[in-house]
């Protein structure tokens, strides 16, 4: 979508009932189409820490506690208020993100004089400031450079308040009274529901002028902080004036380019924070709360005072108090999850406005399928709660084999989490069990990205193959007694094909239509960033362990078929959608000679809203057409999914798809509309 048409369609969603004024406009959860059981399973545990909160959806109030104006002390959620007067700045022209800090600051970093001798101030940049990577102590006062800047990830208050002073010298006036006139105000937030208190780390005055800090220093009430948290998910813009720039704000609640991966100073309270922190934001970018939409971000403050922004749910969340009880030796991040998740469990459902995913490239509809009607929702079998991923394949028993991703499986559950489990699936699309399969040489441990997952399934002679993801690029393994012990290639892909899957030909393959074995991927090294291209690979069945066997689709031929060669870098195109290629599935439906391509849509968390399409072709490099295709499924369609042969009729209009949406084996009929002949 272009810019023009999403400032459109934002300021059609964007009705006056979505600002309050004076005071909110309050509905009830189940008007807002939302669970109050679960709302209020978030607000009990909320209310363990004592002090308010409060939960808006959709600009409106609809569950609050405690008292509504008392100031709380948000210690380190103040950082996000710092980010927003960041944002001013950037709006008014008189910084960039980009910017060396020394431009903007002459006495930068001094005291103390140590960090003048490290030769790295003339280096720190105003982004490195706000992403905790310019390499200052933790102490808001004058600290010492830690390591040279970009290098790695620390926490930091006197970083945050450097950037204070640098906002404070470019308008010449007090931080606090720049905010008040430019953003406060215009929210509906007074001085009787936010203070910025006096400087506690340095000098109360800079240059003649109030000094503040960002790394704390702000007391403020739910109230307050409720519609902070609605300007940053309504983009900056309050009630038809942009206070804040669009693209600031999304940069804000993003992680960094370069960060990630970064190593982490006091890792053990912070764990993998280079991974999911944007602008003196934090956010959920590589799942670190598992559950909670991918777009979420948030300000976190000691003694757990939060806002949260769920964009994709169309929520936001305040609350202060004190210190929720930690386990010890628990994540970090386990402490937010019983009051977060069961907010996101409400809102599933909820008819949050429709994500707008429409695709860049147009497609031809398929001359054989007119679309595909769906069972009602309400008839969708959901069976492995918190588990996802989910490739399958037919093997020679008669079962459909899988693996889960990030979960315990079916039930009863696996003891421990794992990235990658095993399943087998008896019995008829009407009426299935799934089982977990123990296999220690295949399971794995880790979240996301950090753990090894499978993406491909297969079953050719009564072996299993299984491709893996998140490897560096991808491996084959293989298993000859279903999947209870595993050999791993010695080999990788370690050009493209980061997510390939395989092309599922019938039971055991024995559904193949020549000897090959076919493999498809978005054409990327990561199974986490989509791509513009699909690609295709093919290698006899019977030296599918071999690399040196493996040939890659170049193009199409005008005649004499598709062209192949072995070199890998000379790789063509299957298939293309600019920018839209992701994680995907390829069945062969033998009644109708059509290969179903079912490719995930551009959702920003399509576990829970979102499109997908399925496209068709007569021969696995196409050409692909367009057989359905939906910008918003009525449920989420998941990360990934699957059409198993085995489950697909005899007279191949009956298909069963298998997705991850809601992070569950989830399975929902479907009908294919054929065309007249």
Not at 44 to 71: E, N, P
Not at 228 to 241: A, D, H, K, P
Not at 300 to 320: E, F, H, K
Not at 515 to 532: I, P, T
């Amino acid at each position: 979508m272009n810019k023009l048409l999403l400032s459109l369609w934002v300021a059609s969603t964007c009705h006056a009932g979505d600002f309050p004024a004076s005071e909110w406009t309050r509905v009830a959860p189940a008007e807002a189409g939302l669970s109050e059981k679960r709302l209020a399973e978030a607000r009990d545990y909320a209310l363990t820490g004592g002090g308010s909160g409060c939960i808006i959806h959709r600009g409106r109030l609809v569950m609050d506690w405690g008292d509504f104006k008392q100031r709380y002390d948000l210690k380190s959620t103040a950082k996000s208020f710092g980010a927003a007067a960041l944002g001013l700045a950037i709006a008014d022209g008189k910084m960039w993100l980009d910017d060396k800090v020394f431009l903007h600051h002459p006495a930068f970093g001094v005291p103390p004089d140590s960090n003048v001798l490290t030769g790295w101030l003339n280096e720190i940049t105003l982004r490195q400031l706000a992403s905790q990577t310019a390499g200052f102590d933790k102490k808001g006062g004058y600290g010492p450079l830690l390591f040279k800047p970009g290098a790695e990830w620390s926490y930091s208050d006197a970083g945050p308040n450097w950037l204070a002073e640098c906002v404070t010298l470019a308008y010449k006036r007090d931080v606090a009274e720049l905010m008040f006139e430019r953003l406060f105000t215009p929210l509906g937030i007074r001085q009787t529901d936010l203070v910025w208190r006096k400087n506690a780390y340095r000098p109360d005055l800079i240059e003649g002028i109030k000094r503040r800090e960002f790394g704390s220093g702000i007391s403020a009430n739910v109230d307050a902080m409720a519609r902070f948290g609605l300007l940053w998910l309504r983009q900056g813009e309050w009630n038809g004036r942009q206070i804040l720039p669009r693209d600031f704000v999304k940069e804000a609640g993003a992680t960094q380019p370069g960060v990630p991966g970064l190593n982490v100073r006091n890792r053990e309270h912070y764990g993998r924070a280079s991974n999911h922190y944007g602008l003196l934001w934090w956010n959920n970018a590589d799942e670190t709360i598992e559950g909670l939409p991918l777009d979420t971000f948030w300000t976190w403050g000691l003694y757990d005072s939060l806002i949260v922004v769920m964009p994709t749910l169309d929520l936001v969340v305040a609350r202060a108090g004190q210190s929720w009880q930690r386990q010890e030796g628990a994540d970090q991040y386990e402490v937010l999850k019983p009051f977060l998740l069961p907010i996101v469990d409400a809102a599933k459902g909820a008819g949050t406005p429709p994500v707008r995913t429409t695709s860049a490239q147009a497609f031809a509809p398929s001359p054989v399928i007119a679309g595909i009607e769906w069972a009602p929702a309400d008839s969708i079998v959901r069976k492995a709660k918190g588990s996802d991923n989910w490739p399958l394949t037919w093997a020679d028993d008669d079962a459909l084999y899988s693996a889960y991703g990030d979960g315990k499986g079916f039930e009863p559950f696996v003891k421990q989490k794992l990235s990658l489990g095993l399943v087998k699936i008896t019995g008829t699309p009407e009426g299935w069990q799934g089982v977990n399969v123990s296999s220690p040489t295949a399971e794995a441990l880790g979240d996301g990205r950090h753990g090894r997952k499978a993406s491909g399934m297969l079953c050719v002679d009564g072996v299993l193959y299984m491709m893996l993801r998140n490897v560096g690029n991808s491996q084959l393994g293989w298993s000859a007694d279903h999947g209870a012990s595993w050999t791993w290639a010695e080999w990788k892909f370690t050009e493209s094909f980061g997510c390939p899957g395989f092309i599922n030909m019938g039971k055991d393959h024995a559904g193949a239509r020549d000897g090959f074995v076919y493999l498809h991927s978005h054409d990327s090294d990561s199974a986490y960033e989509r791509a513009d291209r699909c690609v295709l690979a093919r290698v006899p069945k019977d030296r599918l362990r071999d690399r040196a066997a493996y040939e890659f689709f170049v193009r199409s031929a005008a005649e004499g078929g598709p062209q192949w060669d072995r070199d890998i870098a000379k790789r063509g195109a299957v298939f293309v959608n600019a920018g839209a290629c992701y994680r995907s599935s390829i069945s062969y439906n033998a009644a109708l000679k059509r290969y179903l391509w079912c490719q995930t849509g551009r959702g920003v968390d399509t576990r829970y809203r979102g499109g997908f399409a399925i496209y068709d072709a007569p021969e696995p490099w196409g050409p692909w057409t367009e057989a359905f295709h939906t910008d918003e499924w009525d449920v989420g369609p998941g990360e990934t999914m699957h059409l198993p042969t085995k489950w697909i009729s005899g007279d191949g209009r009956a298909v069963h798809l298998v997705f991850s949406g809601d992070d569950c084996f989830s399975v929902r009929r479907g009908v294919l509309k054929l065309r007249e002949k």
